[in-house]
């Protein structure tokens, strides 16, 4: 092997540029050369490739985001961009891929994968719902950012005996908003796994404060059936009856952005060395990811279409510590 393309596709998650260091600079160990994949799949369905040496990937270890940039292409999961991708490839003299992102990035990893050409995935999406590993890129990071600002809400929560309902990222699993309000004690975690009523919202937040509490904080996953702005709305039809303060803070993009945790540092470096072995070794068609704490390989067949479902074992734990 002689020549490898990376890319990062889907939401951005901090730490994916460590990813792309360990990535680029393991490959050059190799004797390889690197070349980046701007924009994520519509970059490579443009041609859009810039070689990258162990240089140019310097200083980008401690930045959000993704040096690369990141897009989303629905267009690729039709077969002829698909091909059309394979011929940019082919025509860069690129003889593997190594696509860094979450569920829908490793889809077309695996399509790609499907027609013969050499990919290897690296887990990484904030949502951490991609089979395959215990913990993704960028998770660490954003369950601190989002419980960061819990703290800080709850100190204005506690001076002004108000509560504050806080939603957080999560369109299909509720993962983040479970762990965030494990993390930061909240009253009430309200997610897609769980159906939660605003009236059972309301219910908790008056048991709480007739145990004697004076403020609550609820997380809500973006996903879930009731998100905070219909949350809120059956507070203001309701709040003669209900006599709650009820504020909303919606977290939102904010959680991916930031400086990586020094947990994503390391997990990104680690998993993007176990890609580059993977290559070198010839074994293709998989996902990279962190499993009973080792770096390991699961068949990309195994990941499309199926998502990793949030611990029941931590949803109960939750529910106990709410009361």
């Known amino acids: 092997m002689k020549k490898i393309a ?10 994916m540029n460590g990813a792309i260091r360990s990535v680029t600079r393991c490959a050059v160990q190799q004797g390889w050369t690197v070349v980046g994949v701007e924009r994520g799949f519509c970059g490579l369905l443009e ?48 003889e593997a891929l190594v696509v860094i992102g979450g569920n829908g990035s490793q889809t077309g990893a695996a399509a790609l994968s499907g027609l013969g050409f050499p990919v290897v995935g690296i887990a990484s999406t904030i949502d951490n ?33 108000r509560a504050f309902l806080v939603e957080v990222m999560g369109r299909d699993c509720g993962y983040l908003a479970l762990m965030t309000g494990l993390a930061a004690g909240a009253e009430l975690v309200v997610e897609p796994e769980v159906a939660v009523t605003p009236f059972e919202v309301a219910e908790t ?25 219909a949350i809120e709305d059956y507070f203001i039809e309701h709040q003669v009856r209900l006599g709650l303060d009820l504020r909303v803070v919606i977290l939102g993009h904010l959680q991916r952005g930031g400086a990586p945790s020094v947990f994503d540092r390391i997990l990104s470096s680690r998993l993007g060395a176990g890609a580059v072995e993977a290559l070198a070794s010839g074994r293709f068609g998989v996902l990279i990811g962190l499993i009973k704490g080792e770096v390991s390989e699961t068949p990309l067949e195994e990941i499309v279409g199926a998502t990793k479902p949030v611990n029941s074992a931590l949803i109960n734990l939750a529910s106990v510590l709410e009361r």
């Open 6 to 15: 990376v890319l990062t596709s889907g939401g951005d998650a901090p730490g």
């Open 47 to 94: 041609g859009a490739f810039r070689e990258m040496s162990a240089r140019d990937v310097g200083g980008i270890l401690h930045q959000g985001g993704t040096v690369l940039g990141s897009a989303r292409s629905p267009e690729f999961k039709r077969l002829e961009f698909q091909k059309k991708a394979l011929e940019r490839l082919r025509e860069e003299a690129v």
């Open 129 to 161: 719902d991609l089979l395959g590993s215990d913990i993704t890129i960028g998770v660490d990071t954003a369950l601190n950012t989002a419980v960061c600002a819990l703290d800080r809400l709850r100190t204005t929560a506690r001076s002004h005996q």
């Open 205 to 229: 937040l008056q048991a709480a404060y007739a145990r004697g509490k004076r403020h609550g904080l609820v997380v809500v996953a973006e996903g879930a059936q009731y998100n905070a702005r």
